[in-house]
């Protein structure tokens, strides 16, 4: 019988001999190799953190003691040994298994969301609750990556957790020195110092044993060595200079902060990790276990992945790691492939990435132009503040970040960037429904969280072609940030315009002499409103479909459109409060233009994991839907302008 078979809550783990825990990790392993390929998933991030998990679990007694995975993609294994095997086979389902911690599946789950760097904040405020009450006993433990460690708000967690000596937190750096990408910047180096001190110094050890116990030869080569490793220190402090000194005898950044640093550790020799955890346990106030991890550990296409380890997959074969389902064209590669050529002939054109260079298509442009590339970390704020400084220098920056992760820098957008009129493009990739990635992943929140921002200016591109036209239109603003929202996956075919009214797109003319519907597409939704339109006319009712391209400003001819047609529809892949179609709404009334809208979109809330179309079809935002909607809202319109037919508002919202 397989030991995991065995495993249904940590306390199972706790009767385990070492080498049954070795046996353990390896069929662990196999179950996330099986499973993920067969789901998609975070195959490497957790195949990076199995002993981790299995130490964790063995010396700390969650749910009393508190567990929290920062980001969270990292919690397959937790999630394993806290008795949801069984259910992996629904991971990123609808109705399955989440792909983070969720406090629906468990007790042993708490932060929700995948946001990075936020679980020591979350620590700080536990370690906060437990002292009030009193439960000196309650252990709070985050495990947080060296690339979420990179974000600005585990600094400021960090800076208050070590104000407490006596409210003790355990913080597991899961350092494998990558975030998707090699992790970047000053404190990537300082952790990789902190790593090589312990392979040196381990070297040293072994050297000193293995050579101390060859008789006289040997020892003298021990001396030999020993002398070398002190040469090469004092070469480094020579070379380095004082200042680097540390570099080669590195005192940590934790430590410099007042909290008790513990490591390096072998992150996946579960001896070395149950000890190191238990002095932290012990330690009585705050203390940093420094893990050393190997992402994608134990399964070699994650292994010899060189672009991330096989970070985030589709589905895949068990036996190559190869995908199942080739992408074709994505939104993110029709964008990196543009902005290359972009940059070829605007020296003005760098580009920032938040630590994901590939997922965002920006790899091309990266290996073409190196010194105008930047990966700033998980550090969104940074990206789109350090923008505004080289936008005010002459540079025209173009920062590509997940819709869902702008979130986060909306401070920056509105004053660093809007305030001071700077020219600078947000590619918001991931943007509308994406589905699978839980609801902290959707990128729902853009179109209505910008509409606030001053001056900015929104297009949401419809096809790669529309992609190339618009990117090329907001590298040119120079005096108002721009904004590119695409959403996740394959670009569809090309939609070709009917013709143009203005700045809008005429995707489908109604036929004349009848009481039409204006259908007002967004983006990527122009597909389903065509479709939409077609029903509508096999159903009597004609429909015109525009895309106004550009969605923020408006276009000035919307109103005028909507004032020749009986209703207007808006549909848009994100928030129908405060979107694009609240924004046609104030429009219209604003002009004096008092045609009935309808606006469609996804209603407040955060949907769950589904796929991307199942969400959409929740929302009633696939094209029979949207064809119902617009029949039945043509009818409730035409009754109320028949004599004596019920009276209705000048616009009226779903
Ligand atoms: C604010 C934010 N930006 C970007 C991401 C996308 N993202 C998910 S995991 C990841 C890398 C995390 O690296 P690390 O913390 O080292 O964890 P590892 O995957 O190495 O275990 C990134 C950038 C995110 N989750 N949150
Ligand atoms: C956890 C995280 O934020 C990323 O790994 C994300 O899940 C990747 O999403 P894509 O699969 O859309 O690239
Ligand atoms: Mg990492």
Redesign the pocket.
């Known amino acids: 019988m397989s030991l995991l078979a065995r495993i249904d809550q940590p306390a199972d783990l706790r009767g385990l001999s070492h080498p049954e825990l070795v046996r353990l990790a390896g069929e662990i392993r196999d179950f996330l190799i099986r499973h993920v390929a067969a789901t998609g998933g975070?195959l490497g991030p957790n195949l990076g953190v199995v002993e981790l998990t299995l130490a964790l679990h063995r010396v700390f007694d969650s749910p009393r003691d508190r567990l929290l995975w920062d980001?969270?993609?990292q919690a397959y294994v937790h999630k394993i040994v806290t008795g949801r095997a069984g259910e992996f086979t629904g991971l990123r389902q609808r109705g399955g298994l989440s792909?983070?911690p969720s406090r629906e599946e468990s007790a042993h789950d708490h932060i929700e969301h995948?946001?990075?760097s936020a679980a020591l904040s979350y620590a700080d405020g536990m370690a906060k609750a437990a002292q009030f009450a009193g439960e000196a006993d309650r252990h709070i433990v985050a495990v947080v990556g060296d690339g979420a460690l990179t974000g600005g708000l585990a600094w400021e967690a960090l800076n208050n957790i070590a104000e407490a000596p006596g409210r003790p937190v355990v913080i597991v750096v899961n350092d494998n020195g990558r975030s998707?990408a090699p992790t970047v910047g000053g404190l990537a180096r300082h952790l990789a110092a902190l790593r090589a001190h312990a392979g040196y110094e381990r070297l040293a050890g072994w050297g000193k044993q293995a050579l101390g116990g060859a008789g006289t030869p040997g020892r003298a080569l021990h001396r030999t060595l020993h002398a070398a490793k002190e040469g090469i220190k004092e070469g480094l402090r020579a070379g380095l200079g004082e200042d680097h000194a540390e570099a080669v005898t590195p005192h940590s950044l934790f430590g410099a902060l007042g909290l008790q640093y513990i490591g390096p550790v072998d992150g996946h020799d579960i001896t070395a990790l149950e000890a190191a955890l238990e002095r932290a346990k012990a330690h009585g106030a705050p203390a940093v276990v420094h893990c050393i991890t190997r992402k994608g550990l134990g399964y070699a296409p994650a292994e010899q992945d060189e672009e991330d380890h096989l970070?985030?997959i589709?589905t895949i074969d068990p036996r190559t790691g190869r995908p199942l389902r080739p992408a074709g064209l994505t939104w993110s590669a029709a964008f990196g492939r543009e902005l290359v050529e972009l940059a070829d002939t605007h020296p003005e054109v760098v580009a920032i990435t938040a630590a994901?260079p590939g997922?965002v298509g920006l790899n091309d442009f990266a290996a073409r132009y190196p010194a105008r590339f930047f990966d700033v970390g998980i550090a969104e704020q940074h990206a789109v503040a350090s923008a505004a400084g080289m936008a005010m220098a002459g540079l025209h920056p173009v920062i590509a970040l997940?819709g869902t992760?702008l979130n986060r820098a909306l401070d920056q957008v509105l004053m660093d960037l809007a305030l001071h009129r700077l020219g600078a493009t947000l590619v918001l990739d991931?943007s509308g429904v994406?589905g699978d990635?839980g609801p902290s992943?959707n990128g729902l929140w853009d179109l209505a969280m910008l509409q606030a921002v001053p001056g900015l200016r929104i297009a949401a591109p419809r096809d790669a072609r529309t992609l190339r036209e618009q990117l090329r239109q907001a590298v040119s603003v120079t005096d108002a940030p721009t904004v590119l929202r695409y959403p996740?996956g394959a670009v569809g075919p090309e939609i070709p315009a009917a013709g143009r009214a203005g700045a809008v797109d005429v995707l489908r003319e109604a036929a004349p002499g009848t009481d039409p519907v204006l259908l007002i597409a967004v983006g990527t939704t122009a597909a389903v409103a065509l479709e939409a339109a077609g029903l509508c006319a096999g159903r009597g009712v004609e429909v015109t479909v525009v895309d106004p391209r550009w969605v923020k400003p408006l276009p000035g001819e919307l109103p005028a459109l909507a004032a020749g047609h009986a209703l207007v529809v808006t549909v848009e892949d994100g928030l129908r409060t405060g979107g694009v179609g609240t924004a046609v709404v104030q429009a219209l009334q604003e002009a004096g233009v008092r045609t009935p809208v309808r606006v469609l979109g996804v209603a407040d809330g955060f949907p769950r994991q589904a796929t991307r179309a199942e969400i959409l079809t929740e929302a009633g935002l696939t094209a029979r839907a949207v064809a119902d909607t617009v029949i039945q809202a043509a009818a409730q319109v035409a009754a109320a302008a028949s004599p004596g037919g019920p009276r209705t508002a000048s616009g009226f919202e779903r």
Do not use: E, I, K, P
Request: proline share 0%; net charge positive; hydrophobic share 20%.
């Open positions: 975070h980001v969270g993609h792909g983070y995948s946001h990075a998707y970070h985030g589709g994901m997922s997940y992760f991931r994406t990635d992943h996740r």
